[in-house]
Nanobody, 124 residues
Framework: QVQLVESGGGLVQAGASLRLSCAASGRTFSRYGMGWFRQAPGKEREFVAAINWNGGITYYASSVKGRFTISRDNAKNTVYLQMNSLKPEDAAVYYC?????????????????WGQGTQVTVSS
């Protein structure tokens, strides 16, 4: 069992940066693939970024590639999402998720555990 707690969301202006963190409980964090997803009002939850168990493989949605960076610190049981050049369309609740297979999955249905989410609001 893994518990995930996101933090770092907030209200920013377009063009600003935010760094989201996701702290995981348990001693097996380093075995999990981790992902970030987001959900805006009235829309389905969508993939943002993913990282495999050792950080050697990452994937990004085309809408965020070049602006967002996913990383992890297995010693701190934490995964990060650095978001630069934020746009109003990036506004959503951001969720982190853990995949027991250890891969960098882009499909939300491959993830086993989810956090409660953190709100990101971007004003124009």
């Amino acid at each position: 069992q893994v518990q995930l707690v996101e933090s770092g969301g907030g209200l920013v202006q377009a063009g600003a940066s935010l760094r989201l963190s996701c702290a995981a409980s348990g001693r097996t964090f380093s075995r999990y693939g981790m992902g970030w997803f987001r959900q805006a009002p009235g829309k389905e939850r969508e993939f943002v970024a993913a990282i495999n168990w050792n950080g050697g493989i990452t994937y990004y949605a085309s809408s965020v590639k070049g602006r967002f960076t996913i990383s992890r610190d297995n010693a701190k049981n934490t995964v990060y999402l650095q978001m630069n050049s934020l746009k109003p369309e990036d506004a959503a609740v951001y969720y982190c998720a853990a995949d027991r297979s250890g891969t960098a999955a882009t499909n939300r249905y491959e993830y086993d555990y989810w956090g409660q989410g953190t709100q990101v609001t971007v004003s124009s």
